[in-house]
């Protein structure tokens, strides 16, 4: 008989199996999630349909559930033209880990304040 107190927990179980991989994936999940949920509050806000919020973005109500869904891999392009037509606020960032650089850096003997991490930022 199992012992159902003992049992160990399902996330910690799935955790164990998914790896640091699985972690990672996470992280995009919720990038996916963020701008699907900033869609969906937008379309009820304003009291639109999906058909109507299409006519507006210029795509077919199926690609309004789409993104709608978190589950659609997006294009910076489509993510532009969407915040574009919604005025939302779009900033991609693309950089290293400040640690990183500057750990690199001071082993090949350069000054800390040498270190000028890359970042780029693209707002509208």
Same mark, same amino acid.
């Given at each position: 008989?199992?012992?159902?107190?003992?049992?160990?927990?399902?996330?910690?179980?799935?955790?164990?199996?998914?790896?640091?991989?699985?972690?990672?994936?996470?992280?995009?999940?919720? =990038?996916?999630? !963020?701008?699907?949920?900033?869609? *969906?509050?937008?379309?009820? %806000? !304003?009291?639109? &349909?999906?058909?109507?919020?299409? #006519?507006?973005?210029?795509?077919? $109500?199926?690609?309004? &559930?789409?993104?709608? &869904?978190?589950?659609?891999?997006?294009?910076?392009?489509?993510?532009? %033209?969407? &915040? $574009? %037509?919604?005025?939302?606020?779009?900033?991609?960032? *693309? #950089?290293e880990e400040a640690?990183? =650089?500057?750990?690199?850096?001071?082993?090949?003997?350069?000054?800390?304040?040498?270190?000028?991490? *890359?970042?780029?930022?693209?707002?509208s």
């Amino acid at each position: 008989m199992v012992d159902l107190n003992n049992l160990s927990d399902a996330w910690d179980m799935i955790n164990r199996l998914d790896g640091d991989e699985g972690n990672e994936k996470d992280k995009l999940y919720d =990038i996916y999630y !963020h701008i699907s949920t900033a869609i *969906f509050k937008y379309r009820l %806000k !304003h009291d639109l &349909s999906q058909t109507k919020l299409a #006519e507006k973005l210029g795509v077919t $109500q199926t690609m309004v &559930s789409k993104l709608e &869904s978190g589950d659609y891999n997006y294009t910076i392009e489509q993510l532009w %033209k969407v &915040s $574009q %037509k919604l005025g939302f606020k779009l900033n991609v960032e *693309f #950089e290293e880990e400040a640690e990183d =650089i500057t750990e690199e850096y001071l082993q090949k003997g350069k000054r800390e304040a040498d270190v000028i991490p *890359f970042k780029m930022v693209v707002g509208s």
